[in-house]
């Protein structure tokens, strides 16, 4: 999910003071009794976790909420992946539309469902097709690509899914991103494996009253 930033984007707010999103298991769509992380206000904060709280609270539109909740419990950890986010989302290489949809891939593959429901708006406002992104939910390989999103969708599928890219893709990412792009599309895919391992430890959900993108039995 990343950090959000809240001016001009219709995205997902939540206000994590108001009480924060539902802990729900997107495994088995089982609601826990007790969350694994009882969901943090800014109040709450140790001394240590403070500083990178108010960062937090300041680009993100869910609030502690979402990965944040379970990462602020290791407080340097989280400030370092702050940091990393800040890069990956605000200052890559790589254009908007094309790492929302790297992105989305990653919230595919996982299931993750707050990565999808927080990351769905953004690629569509970013430029992404409605269609495209409606096939990658489906777990189809989207039909009407552009030819920079087939070398993105590429790249990052044999990546997640073979552990290896062929020389055809690799050659191919890199005419559309060059160098730097790959390095940093790479470093995305990676970071929001990271992020949906969080979010799925956690048992982290959608907003109170939002359906989750991704139905219990769906594959």
């Known amino acids: ?6 001016g001009g ?11 924060g999103w539902l802990a729900t298991s997107t495994s088995w769509g089982l609601t826990r009794r007790e969350p694994r992380f009882p969901q943090l206000t800014l109040d709450q904060l140790t001394p240590a976790q403070r500083p990178v709280g108010e960062k937090i609270m300041k680009v993100s539109s869910v609030g502690l909420a979402g990965p944040y909740n379970p990462m602020i419990r290791s407080p340097e950890m989280a400030q370092r992946m702050y940091d990393l986010l800040d890069y990956l989302r605000w200052h890559t290489s790589v254009p908007t539309r094309l790492n929302e949809f790297a992105i989305l891939i990653q919230g595919r593959l996982w ?21 495209v992104a409606a096939d990658l939910k489906a777990n189809k390989r989207p039909e009407n690509m552009k030819p920079d999103e087939v070398a993105v969708y590429d790249f ?5 899914t073979k552990q290896a890219v062929s ?8 005419q ?12 995305l895919t990676g970071t929001y494996v990271t992020v949906a391992m969080l979010l799925s430890m956690a048992e982290e959900g959608v907003p109170p009253g939002k359906d989750p993108p991704f139905k219990p039995g769906e594959r």
């Not at 990052?156 to 997640?160: D, F, R």
């Open 111 to 131: 299931r993750s469902q707050v990565e999808w429901y927080a990351h769905y708006p953004l690629a569509i406002k970013a430029g992404l097709s409605e269609q």
């Open 156 to 160: 990052c599928m044999e990546l997640s």
């Open 9 to 19: 984007v219709a995205a997902v707010v939540v206000v994590a003071a108001a009480g």
């Open 167 to 174: 020389d055809e893709t690799f050659a191919r990412a890199k």
């Open 1 to 6: 999910m990343g950090v959000l930033k809240v």
């Open 176 to 187: 559309v991103l060059g160098d730097q792009g790959v390095v940093d599309l790479t470093a």
